[in-house]
């Protein structure tokens, strides 16, 4: 089978989930802890007295906005963290939350440029597995060649990747046929 582009993504995209699947886990719930810090760093005095009122009267949110370095809302353009932080469950918030701006000698500015470096690790080493994963997965045309190329290739192919086959021939068969055609045995 021709390895199209498509086949091509998808196995580069299982094996960067596979190398990156548990960092980018331990980095989510560490960008979640920060979000849960900053609500309770600036709105914990105000919560009690927020819980105290009615539903409706109050606005609720699961996510707040950092303004800090290495964050920024067109993240994918400046190749920085997202400033929208995913709490870990929905809270009373202003009805209009602005920014929360951390940095200089806020008590969470460690923890944020923690979040923000570990972002940017992630991204230059998963960028950097990628062209190496794509040089070499480019540099075939077939699955068969891939296998031979890439043996440990066989648990990111795609789903409909077929699979190897082999022949199933009986030991004494091969010796016995070569022997009646007068054939030598490789190797021997």
Same mark, same amino acid.
């Given at each position: 089978?021709?390895?199209?582009?498509?086949?091509?993504?998808? &196995?580069?995209?299982?094996a960067l989930v596979h190398a990156f699947g548990a960092r980018e886990k331990a980095h989510d719930e560490a960008t979640t802890a920060l979000a849960d810090a900053m609500y309770a760093h600036e709105y914990s005095a105000h919560e009690k007295n927020a819980n105290k009122l009615p539903q409706g009267w109050v606005s609720t949110s699961t996510h707040l906005q950092i303004k800090a370095a290495g964050f920024a809302y067109n993240h994918t353009r400046h190749g920085v963290k997202h400033s929208v932080l995913k709490m870990s469950k929905q809270r009373r918030t202003p009805g209009h939350s602005p920014e929360i701006a951390i940095g200089g000698a806020h008590p969470l500015?460690?923890?944020?440029?923690?979040?923000?470096?570990?972002?940017?690790?992630?991204?230059?080493?998963?960028?950097?597995?990628?062209?190496?994963?794509?040089?070499?997965?480019?540099?075939?045309?077939?699955?068969?060649?891939?296998?031979?190329?890439?043996?440990?290739?066989?648990q990111f192919l795609?789903?409909?990747?077929?699979?190897?086959?082999?022949? &199933?021939?009986?030991?004494?068969?091969?010796?016995?046929?070569?022997?009646?055609?007068?054939?030598?045995?490789?190797?021997?």
């Open positions: 089978m021709r390895l199209t582009k498509e086949f091509r993504e998808e &196995l580069i995209g299982r500015n460690d923890q944020a440029q923690a979040v923000a470096e570990e972002y940017a690790a992630i991204k230059r080493d998963k960028e950097a597995l990628r062209a190496k994963l794509s040089a070499l997965v480019y540099s075939v045309t077939t699955i068969a060649r891939l296998r031979e190329a890439w043996p440990e290739c066989e795609p789903e409909a990747a077929p699979r190897p086959t082999t022949a &199933l021939v009986p030991v004494e068969l091969v010796p016995e046929l070569n022997a009646a055609l007068g054939i030598k045995a490789k190797g021997a």
